[in-house]
């Protein structure tokens, strides 16, 4: 069985930080591209970064230069560190790892940016 659990989420003051932890089981997480979306309330879910199997990465335009995503394969675990926040970036994060048809997202963690 296939499962996703992600950690780090919280609270945290505009221009904080924070680090988003994916931890995987019942896959071999070097295999699959992993990617993080998120989603505001009242808004659709939206891709803020992937890291391929071989370690290239992408981001949104509205995180680039402030967020970084990054996979530790020994600990089948992918990771999303985000620095300079802004209350615009609250949402809830999910991972999200994928392999040819395959598709797995974890249940998500809560992220607000206020002070």
């Known amino acids: 069985q296939v499962q996703l659990v992600e950690s780090g989420g919280g609270l945290v003051q505009p221009g904080g930080s924070l680090g988003l932890s994916c931890a995987a089981s019942g896959i071999r997480l070097s295999l699959y591209a992993m990617d993080w979306y998120r989603q505001a309330p009242g808004q659709q879910r939206e891709l803020v970064a992937s890291i391929g199997s071989g370690g290239s990465t992408n981001y949104a335009d509205s995180v680039k230069g402030r967020f970084a995503i990054s996979r530790d394969n020994t600990k089948n675990t992918g990771y999303l560190q985000m620095n300079s926040l802004k209350p615009e970036d609250t949402a809830v994060y999910y991972c999200?790892?994928?392999?040819?048809?395959?598709?797995?997202w974890g249940q998500g963690t809560q992220v607000t940016v206020s002070s």
């Open positions: 999200n790892v994928r392999r040819l048809t395959f598709n797995y």
